[in-house]
């Protein structure tokens, strides 16, 4: 799940207190105490078929008796609560935009179905959790901002400078099939539980120019969490058969920057329409690296077949997910349209590109090209009370990936997850905005 708090606000070019995220500038042109507290429920479905191609060893490390305990079609369908809390003030001084928020702009659980065909089995009793298993079980990962932000305008009001400062809390926890072999052979099948979290900060920056009182552009730059890198310290525990090993491990990853760029016209009286364009640095998600924390120096580095690159400081790695991502782009346009002087609409489509490689997709982590569709119905209530409501959806593109031809080395060996994936998600915004 990614940030679509704001509903049809949330973008470079907006004002409102989502702009603490968005685009700080945007505070500098706010005007009085504003607090807004927003959920956002979103319900999502999954389903993945996981190609009989992909296993690793048929006819040894999965037996012929046990080809559908490892390939076939795993459901997954859950709801995702977040809430949005910000605040802003000009404190009297007009141009002066002070804000604070409290939001998850990245972030998402899941929990696959059984598989009843298994349950109970004897034989092969791992499979009742699902062919997905060897990549999620269950699941949450989260970041959570707690941002404060400052903007100033200057004084003719067509210009506006801001930067936010988060202290950001970060947490994943995974349980997942593993062996020792990093294979998806059911002889030997185990499990493996990584809880791990880090607390770390990051930055925006943003510009916003209104050349008269018809147009709005607006540009920002939000850092990556960590501004640099992620390490995620906690533990790792490994059952298999009837063992169990926990060992302090810390989870190298890197999540993305990301630059924004809004413009909103107003085209006719009462009638506004937006174009915005995202960019998000997906390609720095390169691998999510366990290190074993008791190593003296450990290191990330990896040759191109996914072993260690002992030469170059590659050391003490426990486990490597390769990522590989790429980078993507979002591109927005919307229209707004105030039915009464009590009654806002507005409506976007938006199309979002694919950031999942084919090679290193799984069910844990995966994508699509998609297009949202979402429209939101502000209401003031009062003069000093709105509330507001979008409903969405995204529909997403389907996607079949191919078994790989070569697998990675070790540690970067994981199980192919090669298959038909198809995903949706609806969700639901409400707000309360208060204004004194």
Known sequence: MVARFGGEHGHAASDDVTSIYYNAAGLGFGHGYRAYLEGTLAYRTVDYDRDVDAIDNPGTGTPDDGISANAGPAHLADTLVSPFVGAATDLGIRGLGLGFGVYAPFGGQADWDKNDAYAGNTTYPGAVDGTQRWANISGLQRSIYFTLGAAY??????LAFGASLSAIRSQIDLVRARNATGTDDLL?????????????????????????????????????????KMSLDGTLTNRFGSGEVVQDVSLQQKLPDIVRFAVEIEVAPKVNVLAA???????????????DLTDATPGCVF???????????????????????????????????????KLDLAASITYDTNAVPDETIDPSLFDMNKIVAQGTADVDVTDM????ATLGHVFYSDRTTQPRAVAPAPPSLNPDMAGTYAQSVSYLLLGVTAKL
């Open 188 to 228: 030997g099948e185990g499990r493996s539980l990584l809880e791990a979290s880090d607390l770390t900060v990051g930055f925006g920056l943003g510009v916003m120019y209104r050349p008269d009182d018809k147009m709005t552009l607006g540009l920002s730059y939000q850092s990556r969490p960590g501004i640099t």
């Open 385 to 388: 009370i709105g509330v507001s």
């Open 277 to 291: 364009f995202d960019w998000q640095h997906w390609s720095v998600f390169d691998n999510q690296c366990l290190i």
């Open 303 to 341: 040759n191109s077949d996914g072993s260690l690159d002992t030469g170059n400081g590659g050391s003490g790695v426990v486990v490597n997910l390769p990522r590989n991502w790429t980078n993507t782009h979002s591109l927005r346009g919307g229209l707004d349209y105030q039915a009464s002087a």
């Open 153 to 158: 305008a200057t004084p003719e009001g067509k």
